[in-house]
């Protein structure tokens, strides 16, 4: 069985910097992509980042690119969600989510329709 744990969020002045991690476990696949998803109240879910285990990454949301960065450890089974300069607009339930993925050179598919497993989500607010 397929488990994602997210941890770190909580309350942050704009500005200011968080770190979130996904543990995981029971991921059998040969290759996987483990994703950052976020949900703002009454917004639709919206892909972050993702990697896979083969170190492919990819972005989706243009409004964290310079500002989030996603790495791995796959010895640990953790994937880090390292978000600096955060903006109230940041402010979201983060989601961790898993998937099959084909391989390297393979698009990495960055909406939520496509990942079967997920996590519970940890809340990120940001404060002005």
């Known amino acids: 069985e397929v488990q994602l744990v997210e941890s770190g969020g909580g309350l942050v002045q704009a500005g200011g910097s968080l770190t979130l991690s996904c543990e995981f476990s029971g991921v059998t696949f040969d290759n996987y992509v483990i994703a950052w998803f976020r949900q703002a109240p009454g917004k639709e879910r919206e892909g972050v980042l993702f990697?896979?285990?083969?170190?492919?990454?990819?972005s989706y949301a243009d409004s964290v690119e310079g500002r989030f960065t996603i790495s791995s450890d796959n010895n640990k089974n953790t994937v880090s969600l390292q978000m600096n300069s955060l903006k109230p607009e940041d402010t979201a339930i983060y989601y961790c989510?898993?998937?099959?993925?084909?391989?390297?050179?393979?698009?990495?598919?960055?909406?939520?329709?496509?990942?079967?497993?997920w996590g519970q989500g940890t809340q990120v607010t940001v404060s002005s």
């Open positions: 989510a898993a998937s099959q993925y084909p391989g390297q050179g393979t698009p990495i598919v960055v909406v939520a329709e496509g990942y079967d497993y």
């Open positions: 990697i896979s285990n083969t170190g492919d990454t990819t």
